[in-house]
């Protein structure tokens, strides 16, 4: 079932093109993958599907309601986001910034109750970061911050995930269990997930499908072996890649 429909998007800073008439649905239950080199309008395509950014024309819809038309809360009722560079209030505990993914269920006087801090503390559990909880983020390091912001989306209880480059500051470790969980997410709960990942290797072992953009186009779309060419990385990356079929996995392998 296709939840979040992009239909030609485009997207432009100042007259400049950032996306170019992008088109491609996610399903409930998938992992998608967006790769492609640095500028070629990864992020501003996530932005423009979350509502944070207006579209200079096309539309996402989102269960066939235009995002745009969205109230903040409506979005992030159905969309949960793991933001590029996120600034975090360094003086909050890292469960305090997890509980902002709740603010969409608070009531009418804003207050938290009971449910919603055990959920807070189920998604730190799940991303292995509950002996976080009471520590501040601008003690933790990059890796464990990064953890304390997807549980933050994980608190939300959205059907949508958006992951942009979640695996920066990860070591291999982490970069694997939060990639296991994402995935895990989609096959268990039916999430519909796209992530925005710079590791090819890790996309093709992770994801279902994968978008290659290039200069804010969209290249190819399909499944990882038909995406992930010699051929097409080559010319996107500019720079002579070899792909290899994986020799205990069925999913390609990449090597300059």
């Not at 008439?21 to 395509?45: I, M, W, Y």
């Not at 979350?50 to 024309?57: D, I, V």
């Not at 290659?212 to 996107?236: F, I, Q």
Request: hydrophobic fraction near 45%; aromatic fraction near 4%; avoid cysteine.
């Amino acid at each position: 079932m296709v939840i979040l429909q992009v239909e030609n998007l485009s997207v432009r800073y100042q007259q400049r093109a950032a996306v170019s008439d992008v088109t491609f649905g996610l399903r409930r239950g998938e992992v998608l993958a967006l790769v492609g080199p640095n500028g070629s309008g990864k992020s501003s395509l996530v932005r423009a599907i979350s509502g944070a950014l207006s579209p200079f024309s096309g539309r996402v819809l989102l269960a066939g309601q235009d995002v745009q038309r969205l109230r903040p809360a409506q979005r992030a009722r159905q969309m949960a986001v793991v933001p590029q560079n996120a600034l975090i209030p360094p003086a909050f505990t890292a469960l305090e910034t997890v509980l902002f993914g709740r603010t969409p269920y608070l009531n009418f006087l804003g207050q938290l109750s009971a449910s919603d801090e055990q959920i807070a503390r189920d998604s730190l559990a799940r991303v292995e970061a509950l002996t976080l909880a009471e520590r501040r983020m601008g003690e933790l390091s990059g890796g464990e911050q990064q953890r304390v912001l997807l549980a933050r989306a994980l608190a939300q209880q959205t059907p949508i995930l958006l992951l942009d480059e979640p695996t920066t500051h990860l070591d291999l470790k982490h970069q694997v269990n939060l990639l296991t969980l994402t995935r895990g997410l989609a096959r268990r709960d039916g999430l519909a997930v796209l992530i925005v990942l710079h590791d090819l290797n890790l996309a093709a072992q992770y994801a279902d499908r994968i978008a290659l953009l290039d200069e804010g186009r969209l290249l190819a779309l399909g499944a990882p072996t038909s995406v992930l060419t010699s051929e097409m990385l080559s010319a996107v990356y500019d720079v002579p890649l070899s792909v290899l079929a994986h020799p205990t996995q069925n999913h390609p392998l990449i090597a300059a």
